[in-house]
């Protein structure tokens, strides 16, 4: 699993970058179109909150665990809504992110929760985190669906009977190539090459081997109650951020603005850049838009999953 130097490593790096850009509480997972991609990002990723809700059976007064929690978009949701939500992420800059905007986040791994640290919770999401629960490592070792087991497990105990647990995650596609040819030293542009730097940009982290991998761990905890297909409406989410993230657009939002706090955020990236090759993988990742390739070419899958307690 990504471990708390990983997730920092993947997320708080840019976390001035993302909420100067996106919001304070910048949704950075896969937004719900249905088809429908005359919405913007911003309605598409409303509609996804409304269905998340709706598929949990959300009530004013209802307990959320949100596992993964980002920068809180899906705690600010239910707050506004009349919820009690509480968030786990392993990125401080997140915790401190929701934290600022007076909503609940705790620096805590998923595994390390119990019955006991929060209670018992009317519904659970977890949105864009799965994909970072099982690492490559663990996975060559065999303990990947030992490690779905247990997160089904822990979620089947934070909820009664008939609790619905929402899970968004990415998945390998049919075009997945064999783990061992994925390499740097690959043909640049080609499937192993993109996914020898997604490693880079998402250390600690190997995605399940498509839904039924996930199914098969939920099983004895859960009854599949709805599944929706997400990655046209990826690739969608992906090219409206890179209009957002387009560099030219971006150097004149942080440089010509005399915004010191924008300007002292890229500042900060400077080192790293110039010292450290794998961020510079990270910036390739941004800049040539690997993960939309890799659902482009049916490398990575996407999938919105709804599961209801037995």
């Known amino acids: 699993m990504a471990n708390q130097q990983d997730i920092e490593d993947t997320y708080d790096y840019m976390d001035e970058l993302f909420r100067f850009t996106i919001g304070e509480h910048g949704d950075v997972s896969c937004a719900l179109y249905n088809g429908d991609f005359s919405k913007s990002l911003a309605q598409a990723q409303q509609d996804k909150h409304d269905y998340i809700l709706d598929m949990i059976h959300f009530k004013a007064g209802a307990r959320v665990l949100d596992i993964g929690c980002g920068w809180g978009p899906m705690l600010e949701v239910v707050k506004e809504r009349g919820g009690h939500a509480i968030g786990l992420t392993l990125s401080p800059k997140q915790v401190e992110a929701c934290q600022r905007s007076g909503l609940e986040a705790s620096l805590l791994d998923w595994k390390d929760t119990t019955v006991t640290t929060f209670g018992m919770f009317d519904g659970i999401v977890s949105v864009g985190a799965f994909e970072h629960f099982c690492s490559k490592e663990e996975y060559l070792a065999g303990k990947q669906d030992a490690i779905y087991e247990r997160f089904f497990r822990l979620c089947h105990e934070l909820l009664p009977t008939g609790g619905r ?146």
Request: aromatic residues 16%.
């Open 165 to 310: 647990l929402y899970l968004q995650t990415h998945i390998w596609g049919k075009n997945v190539p064999e783990c061992s040819h994925v390499s740097l030293q690959a043909k640049k542009g080609s499937d192993e090459y993109l996914l020898a730097v997604t490693e880079k940009f998402y250390p600690g982290s190997w995605l399940p081997y498509g839904e039924e991998q996930i199914l098969r761990a939920a099983h004895p905890y859960f009854e599949l109650i709805s599944d929706n297909n997400g990655r046209q409406d990826y690739i969608e989410t992906i090219e409206q951020w890179d209009r957002i993230w387009n560099w030219q657009k971006a150097w004149k939002f942080f440089f010509s603005q005399r915004s010191f706090s924008r300007l002292l955020a890229v500042c900060k990236l400077l080192p790293r850049i110039v010292l450290d090759r794998d961020f510079r993988y990270k910036l390739e990742m941004f800049r040539e838009s690997y993960t939309k390739e890799c659902f482009k070419r049916e490398v990575m899958d996407h999938q919105r999953l709804v599961f209801q307690k037995r």
